[in-house]
């Protein structure tokens, strides 16, 4: 199983990025898929997490902000993330859990600064 990140990048305070994670070697469809973010110095910790019947859920500082969603077609999980702030300046992996087995993607580092 392998998770690719892509999407990250530097942007301005306010601003937006998309963050896609794609996935192959197994049934995607079938898997609850979740973004995480570990900054500098602190834990890893969910950012948002999706079902396999597409039911969302969100960490309190992002509610609002971020939206997940997945396409089974492409095997892909998204982040949209709108009004960027400093505090969100992590890298930002996926993660899935098949038969107890959490698999994880090397990340992609989103940068919020002016």
């Known amino acids: 199983v392998q998770l690719v990140e892509s999407g990250g990048g530097l942007v301005q305070p306010g601003g937006s990025l998309r963050l896609s994670c794609v996935v192959s070697?197994?049934?995607?469809?079938?898997?609850?898929m979740g973004w995480y973010r570990q900054a500098p110095g602190k834990q890893r910790e969910l950012v948002a997490s999706?079902?396999?019947?597409?039911?969302?859920n969100y960490v309190d500082p992002v509610k609002g902000r971020f939206t997940i969603s997945r396409d089974n077609t492409k095997n892909t999980v998204y982040l949209q993330m709108n009004s960027l702030q400093s505090e969100d300046t992590a890298v930002y992996l996926c993660n899935t859990i098949i038969v107890l087995t959490s698999y994880w993607g090397r990340g992609t580092q989103v940068t919020v600064s002016s």
């Open positions: 999706i079902t396999s019947g597409g039911r969302t």
């Open positions: 070697g197994t049934i995607f469809s079938m898997y609850t």
